[in-house]
């Protein structure tokens, strides 16, 4: 796993911005060698080529950068934008593009900024932390195609339901949700979320699917990448 020294986590999924791609970051304890991760961190393969190397992902693949930097994606197949130079730094490695420079010349670095890792320029560094990686073995068990596969969603206190009136509740998650009634319930196609981060969403059941009668409700739970999200259980 790559842990950034100011973020306190490891590269995740990559953001859906098209046009300045970066990547998101699952927050980690990275002690004893290991790194204990949240869900969504990714498990990379080290490949070398030739003085370069190269970090796969079994589901995402390789990790690249490109351009005039400020970006950082994942492609399938391998290419000089998958490949980064190493070096000593502020106690861990500095993670330098092969391909992506400024101008044509200015060397771009993997950085941690704003919440997420993309390449950009090493000049009067501030904060040498955002630079700063290191690498250790994963130590969560749960995984899926190389991806930490511990989802959660946190739900708000849940206040009674009425027949016949719509019903909102509050739920805490950073995967993606979908709801729906169980079988022979009422159904509902509740939203499908795909925030990338750990967010407050709100839920809101129409009245017409409040039922005379018990009604049950799935929060089926999926990790970063597994998309489309599989259909519902047909019972609880």
Request: glycine share 12%; with cysteine.
């Amino acid at each position: 796993m790559i842990f950034n020294q100011s973020a306190q986590g490891v590269l995740s999924t990559q953001d859906d911005n098209a046009d300045s791609p970066s990547i998101q970051n699952a927050r980690s304890h990275g002690g004893r060698g290991v790194a204990t991760v949240a869900n969504g961190g990714l498990v990379f393969t080290v490949e070398k080529n030739g003085e370069y190397y190269r970090f796969v992902n079994e589901t995402f693949g390789y990790l690249c950068s490109n351009g005039t930097g400020n970006n950082a994606f994942y492609q399938q197949e391998a290419s000089e934008d998958a490949d980064w130079t190493l070096a000593e730094y502020n106690g861990g490695y500095s993670m330098e593009s092969r391909t992506a420079k400024f101008n044509g010349r200015y060397s771009q670095f993997l950085e941690y900024y704003a919440g997420a890792y993309k390449s950009y320029s090493m000049y009067n560094v501030t904060d040498p932390d955002i630079y700063t990686f290191r690498f250790y073995p994963c130590a969560n068990t749960e995984l899926t195609g190389g991806v930490v596969n511990v989802p959660a969603v946190l739900f708000s206190a849940l206040a009674d339901a009425y027949v016949g009136q719509g019903y909102t509740f509050h739920l805490h998650c950073g995967c993606g949700v979908r709801c729906a009634g169980a079988d022979g319930f009422p159904q509902w196609d509740g939203p499908f979320l795909h925030p990338g981060r750990w967010c407050v969403y709100t839920v809101e059941i129409p009245a017409a699917s409040v039922a005379g009668r018990a009604s049950r409700w799935w929060c089926l739970v999926q990790t970063p990448g597994m998309w489309p999200l599989p259909p519902l259980p047909a019972s609880p």
